[in-house]
Every structure is written in C-alpha cells, then in structure tokens.
C-alpha cells in the first residue's frame, strides 16, 4: 500500500512562494501509470484540485491557479513537489498531495494527511 | 469557484435515509467521466466511498449506494449511523477546464 506525506512550510510571508513536498512510500513513483496530484482545502471552504503530473513528466493544472503553479517530480527521491508563487491569504489552506491512475477515471484513492499552510505577514 | 453544486447540509435521525445531490454540467458529470463520492472527517485524509457513479469500493457498507442521470449524480445513505456523521464531496472530470472538479461539499448531521 502506497503512502504519500506532505512536507514544507507551515508559514508563508504575503507575495512569497510556497514549496511543498510530498514523499511517497511503499512504492516506487515511477513504476506504474499513475498521476501525482496537489489538492487543497481552504479554512471553511470545499476541496479544490490544483494539478497533477504523471510519471512522464507532464502537467495539468487547475485554469484558475495555473499562472502560479508549477508541480515537478524528482524520480531519485521518490517525490514530487509544489510551488505555488504571489501566495495571499486566500491560498491559506490544507494541502493534500493524491495518486489517482488512467485506470481509475481520476479516483483518488491514496491520500496525504494533508500539510495547513498560513499565508500572514 | 466549485463547478458542481451539492446542498450545503442534509440531517436525519439515526436508521433514516438521507441523499446528497451533485448537479454539473455536459462539461462534466454529463460527459464519459465518472463521478466519485468522498467521505472527509476533520484532520483526516478524504476517502472514497463511491466510485464510477454506483461502485463500492470494498469495506464501504452497503447502507451507501451511488447514481447518476444526465447532469446530476447522487450519493444515498440508507439506515443512517452516527459514524456518517462527516463532510461528503462529490467529483468528476471536466473537458471543458481539461481538469478534476470536486462539489461544494455537504454536512451530514445525524439527529
């Protein structure tokens, strides 16, 4: 059973980029057609899908945040990370990173514990 | 910015049945994709307890049960516990966005 855990800061300044890492274990990144996706909750709000990368490298994200984003993976470490530029306060949130495969219609099966990030000067 | 849309809360005394709707669009739930249904509680990871609009996934009791028509999809809840007692999210894939869409989220209070 694949784990996945997310990493980074809990404290980011306003204007400042965020960096997050999920490591996955139990199982090798690369092996297996699978997606790696970044979900997050804001405070009192509902879920919302950030992007994904897939084991070739290549990306999707939300329209609405892509201008900020960038999901990357590094295959050595079993991981692959976040960054999430011009942060405010409405980016405050649990982050979740997800697996979900082609197989699977974009079910997300495995799941972080999901890491809260501030965003406060 | 949710582009499926499910009632903010829905209650029901123990052993009741309650459902939770999820309306989209032909972008989304009305399109090949199917629709996933997660259980969220506090400080916890989501968990699938419906999937492909009508599959259980196993360990899920059969007291849920998943549909979908046209737009809209559904999650009932047959013989209500107070372990239900959680947020729920609806979720499908949308052509139009060319990305995953979660529902608004509901509360499930048990009475």
């Known amino acids: 059973q694949v784990q996945l855990q997310e990493s980074g800061p809990g404290l980011v300044k306003p204007s400042q980029t965020l960096s997050l890492t999920c490591t996955v274990s139990?199982?090798?990144?690369?092996?297996?057609?699978?997606?790696w996706n970044w979900i997050r909750q804001p405070a009192g709000r509902g879920l919302e899908w950030i992007g994904r990368?897939?084991?070739?490298?290549?990306?999707n994200y939300n329209p609405s945040l892509k201008s900020r984003v960038t999901i990357s993976i590094d295959t050595s470490k079993n991981q692959f990370s976040l960054r999430l530029n011009s942060m405010t306060a409405a980016d405050t949130a649990v982050y979740y990173c997800?697996?979900?495969?082609?197989?699977?219609?974009?079910?997300?099966?495995?799941w972080g514990q999901g890491t809260l990030v501030t965003v406060s000067s | 910015q949710s582009v499926l849309t499910q009632p903010p809360s829905v209650s029901g005394a123990p052993g009741q049945r309650v459902t939770i709707s999820c309306t989209g669009s032909?972008?989304?739930?009305?399109?090949?994709?199917?629709v996933h249904w997660y259980q969220h509680l506090p400080g916890t990871a989501p968990k699938v307890v419906m999937y492909?609009?009508?599959n259980r996934p196993s360990g899920v009791p059969d007291r849920f049960s998943g549909s979908k028509s046209g737009t809209s999809a559904s999650l009932a809840i047959t013989g209500l516990r107070a372990e239900d007692e959680a947020d729920y999210y609806c979720?499908?894939?949308?052509?139009?966005?060319?990305?995953?869409?979660f529902g608004t989220g509901t509360k499930v209070t048990v009475l």
């Open positions: 997800a697996r979900d495969s082609p197989s699977t219609n974009g079910r997300f099966d495995d």
């Open positions: 139990g199982g090798s990144i690369s092996s297996g057609s699978y997606y």
């Open positions: 990368i897939y084991t070739t490298g290549a990306t």
């Open positions: 032909s972008s989304n739930i009305g399109g090949t994709y199917g």
């Open positions: 492909a609009n009508s």
């Open positions: 979720q499908s894939y949308d052509s139009s966005l060319s990305g995953y869409v």
